[in-house]
T-cell receptor, first 108, second 114 residues
Framework: KNEVEQSPQNLTAQEGEFITINCSYS?????LHWLQQHPGGGIVSLFM???GKKKHGRLIATINIQEKHSSLHITASHPRDSAVYIC??????????FGTGTRLQVFP | NAGVMQNPRHLVRRRGQEARLRCSPM?????VYWYRQLPEEGLKFMVY????????ESGMPKERFSAEFPKEGPSILRIQQVVRGDSAAYFC????????????FGSGTRLTVV
């Protein structure tokens, strides 16, 4: 079993839909990151969280430390949001552990 | 203000050849991390380097793989005698401090072994 699990693995949506991607982890962490990997392969860091909630434009990330769970929400989704979204945690032993990603496709 | 620069973007090697992947961190960053993304798999940590030092290589295969980050110049990930299973995307990240490691990723080098 992976230490960082994401769901769903694949997600399709119509433009404008509200999207949620979930991440659960089984190790103690100091921080959690959400990354975006575009079809060209480049990786962009979206958020780093250690508690609570962060918002950037149409993106919202939340984390519940007690439940070891984080969610990434996209409001009013757009085709340009199509990408792979990766959850990664920094464990208490300073290891960076990645989820396998959620592939999102948003259709016009 | 260039971000983390990796080159080449694509690299094709025949089995048995050597592959050299370069990573130039952002200006002022002295921490470099290498990750490998195998097809249909998530990113996996390989090695963490500071200038002239390997800090953690627990994710590096025991043979054929080596990494360096010299005082001057880019960090190099070297794979000797490549095999088909080495085909993957190799990402480099840099940070000024360890706990901001995720902030700056390179675009990756896609290695294809034929």
């Amino acid at each position: 079993k992976n230490e960082v699990e994401q769901s769903p693995q694949n997600l399709t949506a119509q433009e404008g839909e509200f999207i949620t991607i979930n991440c659960s982890y089984s190790v103690g962490i100091s921080a959690l990151h959400w990354l975006q990997q575009h079809p060209g392969g480049g990786i962009v860091s979206l958020f780093m969280l250690s508690s609570g909630k962060k918002k950037h434009g149409r993106l919202i990330a939340t984390i519940n430390i007690q439940e070891k769970h984080s969610s990434l929400h996209i409001t009013a989704s757009h085709p340009r949001d199509s990408a792979v979204y990766i959850c990664a945690v920094i464990s208490n032993t300073d290891k960076l552990i990645f989820g396998t990603g959620t592939r999102l496709q948003v259709f016009p | 203000n260039a971000g983390v620069m990796q080159n080449p973007r694509h690299l094709v090697r025949r089995r048995g050849q050597e592959a050299r992947l370069r990573c130039s961190p952002m200006k002022g960053h002295s921490h470099v991390y290498w990750y490998r993304q195998l097809p249909e798999e998530g990113l996996k940590f390989m090695v963490y380097l500071q200038k002239e030092n390997i800090i953690d290589e627990s994710g590096m295969p025991k043979e054929r793989f080596s990494a360096e980050f010299p005082k001057e110049g880019p960090s190099i990930l070297r794979i000797q005698q490549v095999v088909r299973g080495d085909s993957a995307a190799y990402f480099c990240a840099s940070s000024p401090l360890r706990d901001s490691v995720m902030a700056y990723f390179g675009s990756g080098t896609r290695l294809t072994v034929v």
